[in-house]
């Protein structure tokens, strides 16, 4: 036993003896008057600060070329010990500065005046997770500053991040124009999920607020000059920590930070004036619209007694009443908002408070969404080791809906009807046949309007965010931060029993319905994060950093509804006037879903040339069946930046970065219950054991996540001084077990069960390109252009997609349809061959290429492509001593569109309303006419006739803003109190151009308008 001690502690001996030895003469040396002597020090006193003399507290100072430094103190002062030496240079580093390097003078004071540099934030990648320099990070995102957002709109920020980021567009919706209460709809790189009727929503991208997610109808109320940062993530690399959430892109917002120590107030408002925009909406006049009622043969019977209501039209047509219908729930509107805030530093007390108010209007009569908000936000330094902060915010958003209902309404309404009658009442009906005749009745929407009918809104939300990090020493820090978000919302429809719809309605208890919506949902989330980042070269070009953490949430949300009728006068309006319910009993629902998640994040920056970044996380989610209820997503990525190697060194390259990533996210954006079988109990199915229950949805306990994986090249160059920032991209999408129906026998129950049995694919480009065309003095000229195409196809589809495609439907446009190797943004129509100048027939084209005059819905083909070859923007810019004017463009091409205004009121007409000018003058009449449209039909026998004939080619060209602005720095400001003074001028939706003449705004119209804007400091 003694030997075999002997024996191991030799060993040990030889193996620390090298160690020991070299320890003990290190030590030898250092001691006090033992070989060379160590170097005097000298102290270096100085004072740090802002361009506003304000002092910069947290300024990193070291001596160049080592790691002795300090922090600058809460009054921007610091203390310094540095070698006795010639030339000893200070390096200065503060985030959202520009670094200055000094060398120490004799009488070794300093005074430093640091300058913002928005470029050096520019040049950062900041996640909820981790911060990575840009270049040395292989993921694809498109970075904006706040001040970069109003140079494109002072109050709409998804259409500044529009019309800035490659790849991020707004989804048209042509029907609700610029409603103000219609919410856009987001896609970043297009669409990962089906987008079937029930799913809506599931192609939406996650949006982040200071660390705190929130809604797309959030975003869209968001106080744009509340924000500091944006970013855009778009690949796996950049989004896969977000796991569960990232398949569809992430929109990271920050907001403005505190800057100095002094007090400051800052207060901007921005009053807008708009105008409806009807220059797409050509409607028959008087005269024209009763012209084709007689062509179509509407007042043609042989007894001749349908004359008299033709005579008492043309009547009023030669007393001159021609109504502009389309003008009478039209308003020019005055929309302002208002925003504060106060902010300052003191001790270790950083504080933010704010406030905002807007007040919209649109241009249709009695709407309005008003929105009011607060929040504030403590952070608290120890010792320069511990931050916390706290943010509280308070938003309530009124909106109403225009009593005047939906445009289209005042677009059927024909000219040749007076409003009023001769006691100035409005007209409650209009019939058709006035005289001799009954038929077609016109109810008058303006008298609907005058009734107590309404349909409000009311949303508020509340906030609480708590974020701690510690740094242990410089290289580890450890955050974690907890939220807390509460929302509610009531909806309010009131219809006034002397509306035209309850006219026919005998019973008095059915007249008149209340219908009120109610939700809540309370959302929280944690997470805990290990950060570790070590510089492992002098030169600081060798770096390698590790994040690791957990992420834990829960939603929960509920709503009801009840609707109840009969109500005895139009402005006994409450609930309480009502009569009986509308239905046997009040509905509601309940929602809950948890998700949990395990991540680890890796990158290494090797000599400032190649680098890597690698990501897995494990994410967990209730919404998933039993047996799949974590998913695994990961990635990987690789950069390589040229123009840091010797044989790519050419005086017109700056920058010349190449980097690929691959990896996977997965989609959580579905209901919580689709992997369960649940049940609806009914009272008609009350019986003496209780009340029985009949299943609604069927449960797949094998229900799988539905992951992306996602391929990303990218390249980003800079050229000629900076003069030429070109950023390009190419990316594949591949949506693996995608979500959709498998059809079930009715002996079940319920008609489908969800399956992984879908796959879907994108793939497409995006580019950026900024060229600063003239750089002199204070003279400033840039041009922006950028662009991207996304190519989608479904490569496998369930056998209830393919029934679904069979189902009747009688929409204006084409339904969707799902066809393994088509893409969901397909048209789908019956291919023509024309109107056929001897009968006016149209000539179809069946899919074996023969013709025919029969129309077969099942003969449908995939005959355009609602997905352009190429669309983006184009944004430039000219600023001068002070002057900012900035223009923004949006284009598109190459893509097609269903042209519903000429299915459906220049062909498929019914002319007892108001039509478009082109069904009266470019009609088949007579054979050997070679036409476009066919002649005027008596009635509309079949309004779902989907031809080739209606599908156009969409190229369009438009200005979508112009932005002048001026900012005073001058001195005599400081003697009013005031450290900026901002002021500008802009106009919206200057110019159109298009290749398609359509009817834009059906249910609500366009708007252009101009707006002022007024920013100060004090």
């Given amino acids: 036993m003694i030997v075999n001690f002997v024996i191991k502690f030799e060993k040990l001996f030889r193996t620390f003896y090298p160690v020991l030895l070299i320890t003990c003469c290190v030590c030898l040396f250092h001691l006090p008057g033992f070989g060379s002597t160590r170097p005097d020090k000298i102290i270096v006193l100085g004072e740090v600060k802002g361009e506003d003399g304000e002092p910069l507290p947290g300024v990193s100072v070291v001596v160049k070329g080592t790691s002795w430094g300090c922090v600058t103190d809460k009054e921007g002062k610091f203390k310094l010990e540095i070698p006795d030496k ?133 975003l869209y109320d968001l106080d744009i000059h509340d924000v500091e940062r944006v970013d855009v993530l778009k690949d796996a690399s950049a989004a896969v920590l977000y796991g569960e959430k990232a398949a569809n892109g992430v929109i990271l917002i920050e907001r403005t930070r505190v800057k100095g120590s002094k007090t400051r107030f800052n207060y901007s408002f921005t009053p807008i004036f708009n105008f409806p925009d009807l220059n797409s909406l050509h409607l028959c006049n008087a005269e024209q619209k009763l012209e084709l009622e007689r062509l179509a043969g509407l007042y043609d019977k042989a007894d001749g007694s349908l004359y008299p209501s033709y005579a008492y039209k043309l009547e009023n047509v030669r007393r001159g009443i021609d109504t502009d219908w389309a003008s009478k729930p039209l308003r020019n509107a005055f929309t302002h908002g208002h925003a504060v805030s106060l902010t300052g530093r003191g001790g270790n007390i950083e504080y933010r408070a704010s406030g905002r108010f807007t007040d919209v209007y649109g241009v249709m009569k009695g709407d309005y969404r008003k929105n009011y908000g607060i929040s504030f936000s403590l952070g608290y330094r120890l010792q320069q080791k511990l931050l916390i902060t706290y943010r509280f915010t308070y938003s309530m958003t009124d909106s109403k809906n225009s009593p005047y209902g939906s445009f289209v309404q005042y677009a059927l309404m024909n000219p040749y009807n007076p409003v009023y009658d001769e006691n100035g009442k409005y007209i409650r009906n209009y019939e058709f046949y006035a005289v001799g005749g009954k038929g077609n009745k016109q109810q008058n929407p303006l008298y609907n309007a005058s009734l107590s009918s309404f349909s409000k809104k009311r949303g508020k939300n509340i906030t609480n965010y708590l974020s701690v990090r510690w740094d242990v020493f410089k290289s580890l820090f450890v955050s974690g931060d907890l939220s807390v978000s509460q929302r509610d919302s009531r909806n309010k429809v009131y219809v006034s029993p002397e509306n035209s719809r309850f006219e026919d309605e005998v019973l008095d208890n059915k007249k008149g319905t209340y219908t009120e919506t109610n939700g809540e949902s309370t959302d929280w989330s944690a997470k805990l994060a290990l950060n570790y980042r070590v510089v492992l070269s002098e030169a600081g070009t060798t770096v390698f950093s590790l994040s690791a953490g957990t992420d834990i949430g829960k939603d929960k949300s509920s709503t009801s509804q009840l609707k109840a009728e009969g109500f005895m006068k139009d402005k006994m309006s409450d609930l309480k006037f009502a009569a009986q319910y509308a239905t046997t009993r009040p509905l509601g629902g309940e929602k809950e879903s948890a998700e949990v998640g395990f991540f680890v994040n890796g990158s290494f920056d090797l000599l400032g040339r190649y680098f890597v970044n690698g990501s897995y996380k494990s994410s967990g989610s209730s919404k998933f069946g039993s047996k799949h209820r974590f998913a695994p997503v990961w990635s990987a990525g690789i950069g390589w930046n040229l123009h840091e190697e010797s044989f790519m060194n050419f005086d017109w390259l700056n920058v010349l970065r190449l980097r690929f990533s691959v990896g996977s996210t997965a989609n959580v954006t579905f209901s919580p219950y689709q992997a369960m079988t649940t049940y609806l109990y009914d009272n008609d199915l009350l019986h003496y054991g209780g009340i029985g229950a009949v299943p609604i949805t069927m449960g797949n306990p094998d229900m799988k996540w539905q992951i992306t994986n996602k391929y990303n090249w990218g390249l980003t160059a800079v050229l000629w001084n900076e003069r030429v920032n070109v950023s390009a991209s190419y990316y594949v999408e591949k949506t693996e077990d995608a979500l959709m129906p498998l059809s079930l026998p009715s002996s079940v129950g319920v008609s489908d069960v969800q399956v992984n049995m879908g796959r879907l694919q994108n793939s497409g480009y995006e580019f950026s390109v900024l060229v600063e065309v003239l750089k002199k003095n204070n003279l400033l000229w840039m041009v922006m252009v950028n662009g991207s195409h996304v190519i989608d196809k479904l490569t496998k589809i369930s056998d209830a997609l393919r029934a679904q495609n069979l189902a009747a439907y009688y929409g204006v446009k084409p339904q969707p349809m799902f066809v393994e190797g088509g893409s969901q943004f397909g048209i789908y129509a019956m291919r023509s061959a024309g109107i056929d100048p001897a009968t006016g027939q149209e000539v179809y084209i069946k899919k074996n290429g023969h013709y025919t005059f029969d129309y077969n819905a099942d003969e449908r083909v995939e005959v355009g492509n609602t997905n352009p070859k190429l669309e983006g923007s184009i944004f430039t810019s000219l600023e001068y001593k002070g002057f900012s004017l900035n223009v923004s463009a949006a284009y598109r091409f190459g893509g097609d569109i269903y042209n519903t205004t000429l ?100 249910e609500y119209p366009f708007q252009r308008g101009f707006n002022l804007t007024l920013k100060t400091t004090f």
């Fill in 903 to 1002: 299915a459906n009121k220049v062909e498929y007409i019914d002319p007892h309303n108001n039509v478009d000018r082109r069904a009266f003058t470019e009609r088949w009449k007579e054979p050997g006419d070679l036409v476009r449209f066919l002649g005027i039909p008596e009635e509309v026998t079949d309004d779902n006739r989907y031809s080739e004939r209606f599908v156009e080619r969409d190229n369009l060209l438009e200005i979508t803003s112009i932005m002048l602005s001026y900012e005073w720095r001058a001195k005599w400001l400081k003697k009013l109190g005031l450290q900026r003074l901002n002021v500008g001028f802009g106009m919206s939706d200057i110019a159109r151009i298009s290749s398609v003449k359509l009817e834009r705004g059906t």
């Fill in 86 to 218: 010639e030339a000893v240079v200070l390096v200065f580093k503060h985030v959202g500065m520009k670094t200055r390097e000094l060398r120490v003078p004799a009488n070794r004071l300093l005074t430093v005046v640091m300058t913002e540099d928005t470029k050096e934030l520019d040049d950062v990648i900041v996640t909820a997770y981790y911060t990575l320099p840009k270049n040395a990070f292989t993921g694809e995102i498109t970075t904006l500053r706040g001040e970069d957002l109003l140079k494109v709109s002072p109050n709409n920020i998804i259409q500044a991040l529009a019309t800035l980021v490659p790849g991020l567009r707004i989804v048209e919706n042509n029907e609700q124009g610029s409603n103000p209460n219609a919410v856009p709809e987001i896609l970043i790189r297009g669409a990962s999920s089906l987008m079937l009727n029930d799913q809506s929503g599931v192609n939406a991208p996650l949006v982040m607020l200071d660390g705190v997610k929130i809604t797309i109808e959030e």
